[in-house]
């Protein structure tokens, strides 16, 4: 099973009408049918010490690019992505990943993975409905969470996976991606499903290698 791919002729509204409906179903239970699952994908770029924001950013600004989002959403969720995947270089250990899934088509949740399992205080500080205090401001990367949650507009969260290469104990923090029809989606992890059809890439955008995955 191939990636869904991105089809220009495709509606938007209609892309994003059948990621709705994707997402209301994962919510319900995740009990989806076997042409709904077929509708997530996921893209996995490997992201390397040193370099892992401006690789992480190249990935997201084409994703979204090619589905015409509009520029300034698309610096938006370069500066979210260039944040986190600092964040992993600073405070993680490697191997990180971006994983970015497709809903119906529609690039719309983002995580960025280290291989560091302990949240910490990371999901009160995405908590959007929490008081912003004078400790998030102060503690250690506490202000970049911040802004993290504020220009997902609160779309945002933070929780235990593993890795997808070596399927290892790790940590994502994940946020929404802005689409063309404005939708912006909070998805609960999606890696079990993503892995039924994944786009691995091992190096830069040129060197795809795609790889089928049974759930």
């Known amino acids: 099973m191939r ?3 991105y089809d220009p002729a495709s509606p938007t509204g209609d892309r994003a009408n059948r990621s709705a409906i994707l997402l ?3 919510a319900a239970g995740g009990a989806l049918s076997g042409d709904a699952r077929a509708d ?7 992201l390397y010490p040193g370099s892992a924001p401006r690789q992480a950013c190249a990935v997201v600004r084409q994703a979204l690019q090619e589905c015409g989002v509009l520029d300034g959403d698309v610096t938006d969720a370069e500066i979210i992505v260039a944040e986190l995947a600092a964040n992993c270089e600073r405070h ?4 990180y990943e971006l994983r970015l899934f497709n809903l119906a088509g529609v690039p719309t949740w983002c995580e960025v993975v280290d291989s560091d399992p302990d949240l910490g205080w990371i999901p009160a500080v995405l908590d959007h409905s929490r008081p912003q205090t004078a400790l998030d401001l102060f503690a250690e990367n506490g202000r970049g969470l911040i802004l993290v949650r504020e220009l997902s507009q609160g779309h945002c969260r933070a929780y235990v996976t593993t890795t997808f290469i070596a399927n290892t104990p ?3 923090i994940a946020f929404a991606l ?4 404005g939708t912006r989606l909070t998805c609960p992890p999606l890696l079990h499903l993503g892995r039924r059809s994944a786009r691995l890439l091992l190096t830069d955008l040129s060197a795809a290698v795609e790889h089928d995955r049974d759930g």
């Open 24 to 26: 209301q179903g994962l």
């Open 92 to 95: 993680a250990r490697p191997p």
């Open 170 to 172: 790790a940590k994502a």
């Open 3 to 5: 990636p869904t791919p």
């Open 178 to 181: 802005p689409t063309l029809a």
């Open 40 to 46: 997530v994908s996921m893209l996995v770029a490997i």
